[in-house]
């Protein structure tokens, strides 16, 4: 009996029956998600069947070693890593997921496939790679197609190509784990026989239901510390200061007529909102009932309000300071061209272009620019540690989302002391999206 892979699967040509495997008519074997390799070796060790296998052709791999030094927390995740060399580790922004890999992929001396979000983070690890090992590093992006020993991808990438990759790399990465469980994305890790798994994240999960597929992915959550413990040794020394503001007379006004819309919509239909599911049930409505339509739009229409409410912009005007280095964190792009118009501050959103965007972050590292605002694009993947203040004027109820933007001003500098402040608007629906997103 033979091992293949094939396409991202794996087939034998017998028949014979072997768990995770099903009867594919097609080509009249059986076959099986190449997820799933380990455990199909194993059964069949195991069982004593004699068999062949051709699964993996990985990709030669010098020796690998690295001066890398861990602290005793990375020392502790490594260990729990190992025992079953698969698994996700938490940890905040700026405590060393990246060195903490390397000394794995140093350990598991062997080929490895990082996959991380963006191409700014595909040069990020790509530097300290080749820092660490002083090996050349391969590259697998929509820009350049060469594999080595260590390849860093895309998600994007490593999903049109997983099919052709799965097979020639022992680990496999996942920086930024949260992302792997989308619909398309978690293809990557089903096609690759990769034994050895890691994902890396500052935050497990996910704002819905598919980070419950993770453990299947990649293995279970093995090890998670918080910021907290890390602070001032580690992470800079932090605080959160939350700031509540009024509406404008004309803003309760038109506030308070929003939400009686939608207010007056759950009760004619008798709806109870216990949470975005029923949410979600009033958008489907919409599509064939106008006043459900109407509802929708009035609740739009209050958390813009509550969201982008004129008296934050007065109360960003205090906290601004020469003397510091800030990112203003938004919802909405209208509010970040606003807040960039008045105060003169350069802006990043999706349209942003990747040599503006790179031009304002190294200005702002050098301190050139004193602050920086955006919506929503910064709250992964950027690496600046001279920022000491963050200022979230709005965003979601996503712990991960407030995680995130935490961990942009926690990168150790000398003697620096980060703040965090969160601005809402008092009496609103903002105030619960506030909570949950630290709960």
């Given at each position: 009996m033979r091992l293949i892979f094939n396409k991202g699967t794996i087939t034998i040509d017998e028949k014979i029956n072997v768990p995770y495997f099903k009867w594919d008519k097609r080509v009249n074997k059986y076959r099986s998600e190449a997820l799933h390799y380990p455990e199909i070796l194993?059964?069949?060790?195991?069982?004593?069947?004699?068999?062949?296998?051709?699964?993996?052709?990985l990709i030669p791999c010098?020796?690998?070693?690295?001066?890398?030094?861990?602290?005793?927390y990375q020392k502790d995740a490594l260990k729990k890593w190992f025992h079953n060399k698969k698994g996700a580790v938490v940890m905040p922004t700026g405590a060393g997921k990246t060195i903490f890999a390397m000394k794995i992929i140093e350990k598991v001396n062997s080929s490895t496939f990082i996959v991380v979000?963006?191409?700014?983070?595909?040069?990020q690890w790509k530097k300290e790679l080749k820092k660490a090992f002083s090996i050349d590093i391969g590259e697998f992006t929509g820009n350049k197609k060469k594999l080595g020993p260590i390849t860093v991808s895309t998600y994007n990438s490593a999903y049109i190509n997983a099919a052709y990759l799965g097979n020639k790399f022992k680990l496999l990465i996942f920086d930024e784990v949260h992302h792997l469980p989308s619909e398309s994305f978690k293809h990557i890790a089903e096609m690759f026989a990769s034994p050895y798994r890691l994902g890396l994240t500052a935050t497990f999960e996910r704002d819905d239901e598919l980070h419950e597929e993770l453990p299947k992915l990649i293995g279970d959550k093995i090890y998670e510390i918080s910021p907290e413990p890390l602070a001032g040794e580690y992470l800079a020394d932090f605080e959160t200061k939350k700031i509540t503001v009024d509406?404008?007379?004309?803003?309760?006004?038109?506030?308070?007529?929003?939400?009686?819309?939608?207010?007056?919509?759950?009760?004619?239909?008798?709806?109870k909102m216990r949470g975005p599911k029923d949410f979600q049930k009033i958008v489907m409505r919409s599509g064939r009932d106008p006043k459900a339509r109407e509802a929708i739009l009035a609740r739009n229409k209050a958390e813009k309000l509550a969201f982008n409410s004129k008296n934050k912009i007065n109360e960003l005007a205090k906290l601004l300071d020469k003397d510091n280095r800030t990112i203003i964190f938004t919802k909405y792009n209208n509010m970040v061209y606003k807040i960039s118009k008045r105060f003169l501050i350069p802006c990043i959103t999706h349209k942003t272009k990747k040599d503006e965007r790179k031009e304002i972050l190294e200005k702002f590292k050098g301190g050139i620019y004193c602050a920086i605002v955006s919506s929503r694009v910064l709250d992964e993947g950027i690496d600046v540690p001279e920022a000491n203040v963050g200022i979230i004027l709005s965003g979601t109820g996503s712990s991960r989302e407030y995680i995130q933007r935490l961990g942009r001003i926690l990168r150790p500098a000398k003697n620096k002391m980060a703040i965090l402040y969160e601005i809402v608007t008092r009496n609103t629906m903002e105030v619960r999206t506030s909570y949950r997103r630290k709960n």
């Amino acid at each position: 009996m033979r091992l293949i892979f094939n396409k991202g699967t794996i087939t034998i040509d017998e028949k014979i029956n072997v768990p995770y495997f099903k009867w594919d008519k097609r080509v009249n074997k059986y076959r099986s998600e190449a997820l799933h390799y380990p455990e199909i070796l194993e059964h069949l060790k195991n069982s004593k069947f004699a068999f062949e296998d051709n699964v993996l052709d990985l990709i030669p791999c010098p020796f690998l070693s690295s001066t890398i030094k861990l602290r005793n927390y990375q020392k502790d995740a490594l260990k729990k890593w190992f025992h079953n060399k698969k698994g996700a580790v938490v940890m905040p922004t700026g405590a060393g997921k990246t060195i903490f890999a390397m000394k794995i992929i140093e350990k598991v001396n062997s080929s490895t496939f990082i996959v991380v979000p963006t191409l700014d983070l595909v040069y990020q690890w790509k530097k300290e790679l080749k820092k660490a090992f002083s090996i050349d590093i391969g590259e697998f992006t929509g820009n350049k197609k060469k594999l080595g020993p260590i390849t860093v991808s895309t998600y994007n990438s490593a999903y049109i190509n997983a099919a052709y990759l799965g097979n020639k790399f022992k680990l496999l990465i996942f920086d930024e784990v949260h992302h792997l469980p989308s619909e398309s994305f978690k293809h990557i890790a089903e096609m690759f026989a990769s034994p050895y798994r890691l994902g890396l994240t500052a935050t497990f999960e996910r704002d819905d239901e598919l980070h419950e597929e993770l453990p299947k992915l990649i293995g279970d959550k093995i090890y998670e510390i918080s910021p907290e413990p890390l602070a001032g040794e580690y992470l800079a020394d932090f605080e959160t200061k939350k700031i509540t503001v009024d509406f404008t007379e004309e803003e309760q006004v038109e506030y308070d007529g929003a939400q009686s819309t939608f207010k007056n919509y759950l009760i004619s239909r008798n709806i109870k909102m216990r949470g975005p599911k029923d949410f979600q049930k009033i958008v489907m409505r919409s599509g064939r009932d106008p006043k459900a339509r109407e509802a929708i739009l009035a609740r739009n229409k209050a958390e813009k309000l509550a969201f982008n409410s004129k008296n934050k912009i007065n109360e960003l005007a205090k906290l601004l300071d020469k003397d510091n280095r800030t990112i203003i964190f938004t919802k909405y792009n209208n509010m970040v061209y606003k807040i960039s118009k008045r105060f003169l501050i350069p802006c990043i959103t999706h349209k942003t272009k990747k040599d503006e965007r790179k031009e304002i972050l190294e200005k702002f590292k050098g301190g050139i620019y004193c602050a920086i605002v955006s919506s929503r694009v910064l709250d992964e993947g950027i690496d600046v540690p001279e920022a000491n203040v963050g200022i979230i004027l709005s965003g979601t109820g996503s712990s991960r989302e407030y995680i995130q933007r935490l961990g942009r001003i926690l990168r150790p500098a000398k003697n620096k002391m980060a703040i965090l402040y969160e601005i809402v608007t008092r009496n609103t629906m903002e105030v619960r999206t506030s909570y949950r997103r630290k709960n």
